[in-house]
């Protein structure tokens, strides 16, 4: 019977450690990534949900459904253990091989990036630029013709004017 009991009970320290492991995961993920207000309010639902599987799971596998307090103090202890023993450890670790990967993923973007930009920077040369001199002419054109329309049309109001 007691050696049952503390089988169960190292069960759950383990299952402390696995939250705590849990717990990290989403704190490495909000380092490393910047995520919105929305996102952030659904990995944590995601992380209650997945705890409390974890924990209803080993309660019924392990305990045959019986709830004992013991349990909720070997989470707790596995969780204090785990955040004290490891949790930075694997946080730095992990937020620096991501923010790596992150890097070397941007660099190789940006060297295939790099052709696109000269290819969209020669059809710009090439299409872009003389379509919008016409435009340009265009416009000056048809502002100068406006401009001596309306002054012509004035000319020959007053023209009237003088006449009658």
Do not use: C
């Not at 639902?45 to 599987?53: D, V």
Request: hydrophobic share 55%.
């Amino acid at each position: 019977m007691i050696t049952n009991q503390a089988y169960l009970f190292l069960i759950f320290i383990a299952n402390g450690i696995i939250i705590g492991l849990l717990f990290d995961i989403f704190r490495i993920l909000r380092r490393s990534f910047k995520t919105s207000d929305f996102i952030t309010y659904i990995e944590d639902i995601l992380f209650w949900i997945l705890t409390g599987l974890t924990i209803l799971y080993s309660i019924f596998v392990f305990n045959n459904g019986e709830i004992r307090l013991f349990m909720f103090f070997g989470i707790a202890i596995g969780i204090t253990m785990y955040m004290l023993l490891l949790s930075s450890i694997i946080i730095k670790t992990n937020v620096a091989i991501i923010n790596f990967f992150k890097r070397i993923i941007l660099a190789i973007l940006n060297i295939i990036k790099l052709p696109f930009k000269y290819i969209l920077k020669l059809i710009k040369k090439l299409f872009l630029k003389p379509i919008s001199f016409i435009f340009i002419n265009v416009r000056k054109n048809s502002t100068n013709l406006y401009k001596n329309m309306t002054k012509t049309i004035r000319l020959n109001k007053k023209e009237q004017h003088t006449i009658n």
